[in-house]
């Protein structure tokens, strides 16, 4: 069922576009769901930020690209802020006010049994929406935390029926602030589900680079910053196209047009891709072998899930700034923190005989949950059987400290 598409359905999954990964956990929730319900469940996706069911906050969402990109520190500034009891309060009565009106129609219209809310900012008004069925079985509110270690509390206001999140380390995290243990569910974060299978063979790779204009044989760095193309990806590819090392370079510069543009008006010494936004990067992810860039929750699951080695570089104020220390620790990346760091990382994995590319992809996809989408989906479509899963569900081999 496509965006905002107004028609009942068993499950309704509300998301915003601030950012893409709220909108791609999204739609991996609905491929999954519609994968593993065989056609029988009906799901739909909507945003109350898109004109045809409500403009009141749409101002919001278009702000989210210009000030991450230009003021990281002055977001993360309301980040915390706004993730204070005493502040908090006060935005949900603004977005109860400018969401619960359009929020509660297109419930009503939809008149689900299962609500999924993707985005931490939505939640008071997913749950208001939801209790106002007329019915006596209003729908199970559950919430898919898109945050890899911490997050905002309005994650857990209100408490949902389920929360799904991504890492040993963000489901502890809901335990300390509350949350019961019976309610919380460690699927990882629901991803493309076509990066399931792992990362490409061969020759697979060889036909993707081939088909994308790529060479075939040199070590191929994919350059992102989310959706929003946030970070110092300009810094990033300068530092590359100076190093006369053997590699290939494709910037993913998503909303960014100024970063677009100059990539486009200066040809470098390294060959270079630019790409305007993209809805999915899953064919430039499996024909690459490193992914340099900030720590974005949905960029390093998609890019751990097909085994690319991870160069984090920064990470947003708030919610992913612990992002670089769990990659790191788990053996999947490196933390680049200056020119030389970057360009002596790069030549190492630029060297076939380095091991150094090889010990960051096993490290990836042992961290890596490609399944998550369709773990998610089974907590979700347990609601429409009657069930209501209980305990945290661990990954197997994995405890509950990680």
């Not at 919430?143 to 209100?158: A, F, K, N, R, Y």
Request: glycine letters at 10%.
């Amino acid at each position: 069922m496509s965006l905002n598409e107004p028609d009942r359905a068993e499950v309704l999954v509300w998301t915003v576009g601030t950012g893409g990964g709220h909108r791609s956990v999204a739609e991996a929730l609905v491929q999954a769901l519609t994968t593993r319900g065989q056609g029988r469940v009906r799901v739909a996706v909507d945003d109350p930020t898109e004109a045809r069911i409500g403009r009141t906050a749409r101002s919001l969402a278009r702000a989210y690209g210009p000030l991450v990109r230009t003021s990281p520190a002055l977001w993360g500034l309301l980040f915390r802020g706004f993730s204070r009891r005493q502040f908090s309060s006060g935005l949900d009565r603004f977005l109860l006010h400018q969401l619960v009106p359009a929020m509660s129609e297109r419930t009503r219209i939809r008149s689900p049994r299962v609500v999924v809310n993707c985005h931490p900012l939505l939640g008071p008004a997913a749950h208001a929406a939801a209790a106002a069925d007329p019915t006596d079985s209003p729908p199970a509110l559950v919430t898919v935390m898109t945050d890899l270690v911490g997050g905002h509390l309005s994650w857990l206001s209100p408490r949902p029926d389920a929360i799904l999140t991504a890492t040993s380390q963000a489901s502890e995290w809901c335990l300390r602030h509350g949350l019961p243990a019976n309610l919380v569910h460690q699927t990882g974060l629901p991803i493309d589900p076509s990066l399931a299978s792992g990362p490409a063979g061969p020759e697979e790779r060889r036909e993707l680079r081939r088909r994308l204009g790529l060479n075939l044989d040199s070590l191929c760095v994919l350059i992102g910053g989310g959706a929003e193309g946030a970070g110092h990806l300009k810094r990033l590819a300068s530092w590359v196209d100076s190093s006369g090392l053997p590699v290939q370079v494709v910037v993913a510069c998503g909303n960014n047009r100024r970063l677009l543009s100059w990539l486009q008006l200066h040809p470098g010494l390294v060959p270079t891709v630019a790409l305007g936004f993209q809805p999915s990067l899953t064919p430039w992810l499996r024909a690459a072998d490193v992914y340099l860039g900030k720590a974005g929750p949905s960029t390093l699951a998609e890019a751990a899930a097909v085994g690319l080695a991870l160069l984090v570089t920064d990470a947003l104020p708030g919610q992913e700034e612990d992002n670089d220390t769990a990659v790191v620790a788990a053996g999947a990346a490196r933390r680049i923190q200056s020119r030389a760091g970057l360009l002596e990382d790069l030549a190492r994995l630029a060297r076939r005989e380095d091991p150094l590319l090889g010990e960051l992809r096993r490290g990836a996809l042992l961290w890596a949950r490609p399944d998550a989408a369709d773990q998610a989906a089974e907590v979700i479509l347990s609601f429409l059987d009657g069930a209501r899963p209980g305990a945290v569900r661990l990954p197997p081999g994995r405890t509950a400290t990680g």
